[in-house]
Each structure stands twice: as structure tokens, then as C-alpha cells.
């Protein structure tokens, strides 16, 4: 008897036979999740090792002395087919494994879990062990019913049944089991079509020797310690790929030829025509990757539907890796030194939108990221003149034996044996044309009391109506007409809301998760996604997220209705509008990382929003739905980087926002895009479109938004150098929020009031600002305004060198940041801190604080931050007499400058760490912090920062 089970799992799932014909997709994962939970339960202490099969893992872990084997997998009479390491199978002849397991093997039990493996069986037990769970010769076992006997199998072995009683037992399970009751027919269907006799499932195992007296004992130990389940485990890579699909047919050599062409190559391209299950193969290879851990970084999913700019793509890529926020230049720097295996799926709309700049993407990671590959599915290859050759492969339509059981697991009723040997049910195959998607449609109308001849009859009046979808019926003369016969029978089936859902749905390019679906279209939305799931029309992922597939939406979007527009319309628009203000609200929080994510994958619906119906305002003082959705979506792509969409999207909402004559809106969209194109450095757009609001605002009597023009005004002038000006613009802001009572915008006007006049050399009368806005700050309660006056004050006791006071000011500033969690402010805080420590010389405080603002950087993803720590780490290089390294940090924060445009705040702080340097002897670090500085402060338009430089270069000098 057996008092410490060992057990060894070896599984095995080769997609092709060494003859090169496809064998069926095994669910190894089910079957090992069973034997884990099953192993959990019985509190025993047992070891289990899970892997793959191959010989060497078999002949070391026999070294090791497992005395409990099962082998998962497929078989043959002579050998059972290990892996091949290529997706092949590797036969290892029954003689093999009995000379193997005889030398070393000390196993009592071996359970073969694969087809044909009673002859294995017997060998096993020639070679030594006394229990052998097989299965018959003469036929194969359903997946189904192999995971079900092992489950119970283990679970009665492990209750001290005996073998033979385990046996029986897990065979009642098999017989019982409700899933292969109702798969029953499917089975009845698979033998007929192969021309074999039906044997049920519980019937196809075998326990050997065939002598019932040798399996009367139990076989482990009732002494077993109690314990838990160790858990040896083949790693997997990480990923995010969807769920495996509960129906996948036929395409296990297509699978075994991408997987061996991206063995070979870095980029292969599956293309077909939209349904034809380009994107299922793919999953699946980079599943068998994952699964096998061949990419140590990781397998990941990008879905492109809907994607038109590679921004996006960029934005989406940073979310699944964690570079937050990303240009190219940053997903290259993360890929460059890891192995990755990304799946670009559905990217034919940016190929067809924007096919250079896609093809220049794919070219920059081949070129720069050796250990990357790219798996990408799409309508058409990605083209080009590439860095590394694109190897493409094309899916073609099923064969009719794999089309048949593709038809009949998918309809919603029991087919009959009549129905399957019937004329009609071939001849539906053959107008259908293997193309997965129209078989899928159609099996799913076959419901009680629907007869085969209803759907052919249906296919044949949707075909005669010749309905034409543009990007289906033009991209696949040979099987377009068909799937459109397929959609519009499958809705004309539905319910009137579902048809209402899925013209909804086509009104969301990204799909939307339940919540949002409930709000706007009520409490029945997600019965009604059931209804489209079941029809196959909708696919439902993590965090019940509904989308439509690619051909499914063109469909939808021709045959929605202007009335379904018009009443639901709004109702988006109006749903969106808060969902901005969520993002918006997240942004600089300890889940801002979350929210960045959200941003990008909901960002096709909020750029689809506003072309939507949107009602009016009702007065020139009001604001439209629009009005309000569409100022702040621009400041959300300009708060990720992704300025050249808040232009164009900027653009679009202008002209929607004048045609539905809201003045305010159209102010405060073009206020947002004069920060924008400020940010851009480009000023005298900025200028303009700060005017033209500002007159908007004077001309309707809008005075909150008239001075905060005036303050943004006031900015850009500060910015441009002319300080008397940009104090105009302050004061005059800052007198209309007091006539108005406006206590929160006066207090802002006193903080930008004192920023002017520190940096203009006037310290005293900057604090009396800053003092005064402080003061306010506390009367209203306003934490975070009071962090904002607390880190002002720090940085102008910095300027007069009374860096105790700016250390006490900064942690005062910290502590408020922490305790609203404005990860944001709390960031920047520690920098000025760790700028603190290196300016008293206390440098491992510096790093710690330096160390402390990145991590928070990593967190919520803020340029001006990154480009604030290396300037500070360059100061603590320079202290520690390393100029190599500092130079490096100053080109970084450069590069970002030129990215996020603030040069300005920059060329006043390197100044200052100037002064210091050349105080305390440090006349090569002072010299290159103004080197630096004359760079920035020739990017900024400013004369007077020009002139400050230059008098302290002539200072030096």
C-alpha cells in the first residue's frame, strides 16, 4: 500500500499526427483543473506534478520515485503520441515505455487517459504495475468523460476505496453525468459519420489485469499524514488571452502551421475574410505558446477593433504591459530586453484607415525588439516594406465533415438521425460554404419546432433579397451573400429588444459592460445580451462586457434605425458624460492606472458619442449634454499624451457644438484646446483660441468662464516672458471672481499671482500671495488647494535659501496629498523633497525620496514627473561628481520636455540648482545646468528667461 502518494500528470496535445493529419484539440486544462481540486479536497499529504509529456520528463521524474502515473492524451493501439516541442506528436511505442518503466518505475497505478490505449495498458502491466486504468481499443473517449472518471476515480481512491470499487464507481459517474447525457445525440451523430458503432462512454474504460481479485484491496494507505496539496507545476507565461471557446472545430492543422511559421518568423499574419475564425486559430496558438511558456514575458491580447490610430494602439499595448503613459518610444524601451509574443487581432480597419502608419509601427518593433514576435490576425496582410519578411497564412472555409459538427454542437435542439442523413441538412451545408460564422448563425435557429427545411428557406429569401453590407458583401464575393443571410435571418428571430439592443450595440464601437448597457436601456439590457449570445450575435468577455463582432457590427450598423438614434442617442451621450467625469475625477489617484486603461478601451465609444443626437440647450448661459461630454474628453486624450487626437476629436466637437448653437460648450472646448496647443508650444494658436473663447464668454455674460480665460491667458503670457501683462490678465481674473464671490477661483488667482511674482524676484511679495490664497484654501476647507499654497511656500523658501522652512512647508504639503490620495501632488512633493535633500547634501535621502516619486510615477503615469526626477537626479549625480550620468538624466528630461512642453518650470529650477552649484564649488555641474537651461529656455519664446540664463552664464564666466 501507498503511505506518501506521489503522483505524476503528464498530458499531451499534439494538433497534428506524425502522418501530418489533424488531431482533435484536447482540454488538458479542464482535466488537470479536476485532478488538482479533487487532490485539494481529500486534505491528504500528497505531492502532484503536472507537465507535458515528453520522454525526458517522464524518465526524470520516474528517477525521482512517483508511484502513481497518469498520462493524458492521444493513443493509438502500438504507441501513445507524446509532444514533439512543435505541436507535433511524437509516437513512443508501448515496448518503449514498458522497457522504460521497468528499469526505474516504481508506480502501483497508471491511468492511460487516451484513445485506443488498452494494448498500452496491457504492456504497462508487463512491465511491472499492478493497477492500469486504459482505454478500449476499438474506440476514442469524449474529453468530457475522461475528466469526469479521473475526478471521481481519485476521489474514491483517496476516501480508501478499493481499485476496483474506485472504478465501478467513477464509471456510474461517467453513465450519470448530466453534460454527456445531453451530448449523447452529438456522440450518436460523430460514430454514424465515421462509420463506426456507438459504444457510451462508460463503457471505454478498462481496468487491468482483467482480473477482478487483483483490484479488491485499497491501494493507499489509510496512515496517509494529513496535509495539503503540493503542487508541482509547469509554469505558464502571462497573459490576458480570452477564454478558450466552448466549440472549436476543425482547425488543428491550420494551428500547426502558424504555430511552426512563427517558430521560424517574427511576424506571420492570418488573413481571411471576416467570420472565418481567423481570430479563434490565433488565440489558440498563442495559447499553446502560453501554455508552454516558449515567451518568459508574456502572451498578450490586443484586440484592434474599431482602432483607427496607432496612438491607440500604443495607449492599449501600455495598459496590457504596465507603461503608463506610452509613446512607441516607451513600448520599444519595454519590449527591447524581454520575450514577448503579442496577438494584434482585427487589424484590418487601421491597416485600411491608416496603412503607413501601421506598417511603420510593426516596422519599429521588428527593428528594435529582437525577442518580440507578432502574431497578427486581419482581412488583409499588413504589407510594406517590412524590417523582417511577413509570413502570411489564410483560413479557409471548414471542410464539410468538420462543417456538419460544427452545425450540429451549436443548434439549440437535438438533430435526429433522419435530419442528419437528410438531403436538406447537406444542403444547407453547401450554401452556408464552411464559413463558421454563417454556420453558426444558422445552427442556432434550429430550435424546437423549426425544421431544416424552415432554414433553408430562409437562407434562400435573405439571399434573394441581394442585401448588400458595405465591407462584407464587397471584401467576400464568394461568402458575403451568405453571411448576410445568416445576420438578417438570425434578426428577424429576436426579440423587438434585442433588435433594439443590437442597434444600441452598433452605436458602441468597444462594446460596454452591463452597467452601462442597464443605464441606457434598462434593467432587461443583459436578458437581452443573452438573447443576442445565444444567437451567436454578441460575445461576452471578463467584467460582462458585451461586443459585437466585427462582421456582426457592420451588419448592425446598416440596419439601425434613425429612430433607434434618436431616442437612444442621447441616452449615450448623456451615460458618457458621467463616465468622463469618473475618468477625469480618477486621474492622479492610486487607481489612476485602472482608469488610464478604461480610458483607452471605452475611447472608440466616446469618440462615436459625439456624433450622436444630442438636444440643444436651453439657454445661451446652459450648457447641451455635449457641451459638457465634449470638453472634458479632449482634456482626457490631452491627459494621456495623445495630443494629435484631442485636436482632430477637438475639431469634430467644434463644429457639433456650433451646429447645435452652445456657445458655452464651444467656449469651453476651445479653452481646453488653448491648453492643449500651449502645451504644444505652439502660443499663438494657443492665443487665439483662448480670445475667442474669452469673447464667447463676455458676449453670453459668462463670468466664471471669463476669468478663467483670463487666468489661462495670464499663464500663456507669463510663459511668453511679458510678466506685466500676464498680471493684468491675473488681476483682472482675480477682481471678477471677488465681485462675483467666487472664494475657490480667487484663491487660484492669488496662487498664480504669487507664481509670477516669485519667479520675477519679488519673494516677500509672493508670500503675501500665496499666504492670502492659503488662507482662503483653509477657510473653505479646500485640502488640496491648501497642499498646492504649502508646496508654493516651500519652493519660495528654497528661493531664499531657507531650506529647513521649505522642508517643513514640502511635508506639511505631503501629508495632505496622502491623506486625500492625490497620488499626483504626492509625487511631486517627494521630488521637491528629494531636490531638498540633495541641496543639503543628504543624498541617500535624496534617493529615497526620488526612489519613492517614481514608483508613484509608475502608478499614475505622468510625464512632467518623470521629466522633474531625472532633472533632480541629475543634481545628485552632479554631487556625487559623476557628470557622465548626469549628462544622461539631462538629455532624458530634454526628450520629455519636448513632449510635454515645460520648459519654462525647468529653466528656473536648473538656475537655481546653477547658483547653488557654483557656491558650493561645483563650476562644471553650475556650467551644465545652464547649458541646459539655455537649451529649454530657447524652446519657451521667452525673453526673459533668455536674459536670466545668459546673465548667469556671463556670471560664471
Known sequence: MIQHPKILCLFSAPLVAPDGNPLEVLDMKTERDAIVRELAECKKDVVLRTGYATIDELAESIEEGFNILHLSGHGHEDFLLFEDGRGGGQPVPGDYLKRLIRLGGPFELAIVSACHSERIGELLVEAGIRHVVAIKSDVPVLDQAAITFIGQFFRSLFQGGAIQKAFEMAKLLVEGDPELMKMKPQLEFMAYEKGIPFVPEEEKFVLLPDDITAHLDPLLSREIPQGTLLLEEHIFSPSNLPVKPQTLTGRSLEMYDILNELLESRLVTVTGVGGIGKTVAAVEVARWFCTRDYFQDGVFHIDLRQTNTVGRIVDLLGGILGVQPAELADIISCLRDHHYLLLLDNAEDILWQDEDAMQDFIDTILKFTPNTKLLITSQRPVGGNLYEPERTYRIYPLEQEDAALLFFVTAKRRMEKEEWESDAFYR??????????????????????????????????????????????????????????????????????????????????????????????????????????????????????????????????SITSEEIRAHYGPKIVEVLKEYTEKLYERHGTQDAK????????????????????????????????????????????????????????????????????????EADALLILGIIAMHSGDLEEARSKYETALRIYQDIGYERGEANTLWKLGDLIMWSGNLEEARSKYETALTIYQYMGEKLGEAHAFMHLGDLIMWSGSLEEARSKYETALKIYQDMGEKLGEANAFWRLGD???????????????????????????????????LRLSQWAALTDKLEHAETYL????????????????????????????????????????????????????HSRAVQWLILYAVHLRLHGFKEGATLCLEYAEEFASKTQNQYLQTQVKNQRNGIS
Open 428 to 557: 444547407i451545408l453547401e450554401q452556408l460554404g464552411g464559413h463558421p460564422l454563417s454556420i453558426v448563425l444558422t445552427a442556432c435557429q434550429l430550435v424546437p419546432g423549426i425544421v431544416l427545411g424552415d432554414l433553408i428557406e430562409r437562407i434562400e429569401v435573405y439571399k434573394a433579397k441581394a442585401i448588400a453590407v458595405k465591407d462584407i458583401t464587397d471584401r467576400d464575393s464568394e461568402h458575403g451573400e451568405s453571411l448576410v443571410a445568416s445576420l438578417a435571418s438570425s434578426y428577424d428571430r429576436l426579440s423587438e429588444n434585442a433588435q433594439t439592443l443590437l442597434g444600441i450595440l452598433s452605436l458602441l464601437p468597444a462594446g460596454a459592460e452591463e452597467e452601462m448597457l442597464t443605464e441606457i436601456f434598462g434593467n432587461t439590457a443583459w436578458e437581452c445580451i443573452q438573447e443576442l449570445n445565444a444567437a451567436s450575435l454578441v460575445e461576452i468577455r471578463g467584467h460582462r462586457r458585451a461586443t459585437l463582432l466585427p462582421p456582426v457590427r457592420l451588419f448592425a450598423m
Open 594 to 665: 485602472e482608469y488610464r486603461f478604461h480610458f483607452t478601451v471605452n475611447e472608440p465609444n466616446l469618440r462615436s458619442a459625439i456624433d450622436l443626437p444630442c438636444a440643444p440647450p436651453q439657454t445661451a448661459k446652459e450648457r447641451s449634454v455635449l457641451g459638457i461630454l465634449g470638453p472634458r474628453l479632449i482634456f482626457l486624450y490631452h491627459l494621456h499624451e495623445r495630443e494629435k487626437e484631442a485636436k482632430e476629436v477637438g475639431d469634430r466637437i467644434l463644429s457639433n457644438l456650433r451646429r447645435r448653437q452652445d456657445r458655452l460648450g
Open 796 to 830: 519660495l523658501a528654497v528661493k531664499t535659501g531657507d531650506l529647513e522652512e521649505a522642508r517643513s512647508k514640502y511635508e506639511t504639503a505631503l501629508t495632505i496629498y496622502q491623506y486625500m490620495d492625490d497620488k499626483l501632488g504626492e509625487a511631486h512633493t517627494l
Open 851 to 902: 526612489d519613492d516619486a517614481l514608483a508613484l510615477r509608475r502608478e499614475i503615469g505622468h510625464l512632467e514627473v518623470q521629466a522633474a526626477a531625472h532633472m533632480v537626479k541629475a543634481l545628485v549625480l552632479i554631487k556625487r561628481h559623476d557628470t557622465a550620468k548626469a549628462i544622461h538624466e539631462l538629455a532624458c528630461c530634454s526628450s520629455i520636455q519636448d513632449r510635454v512642453r515645460a
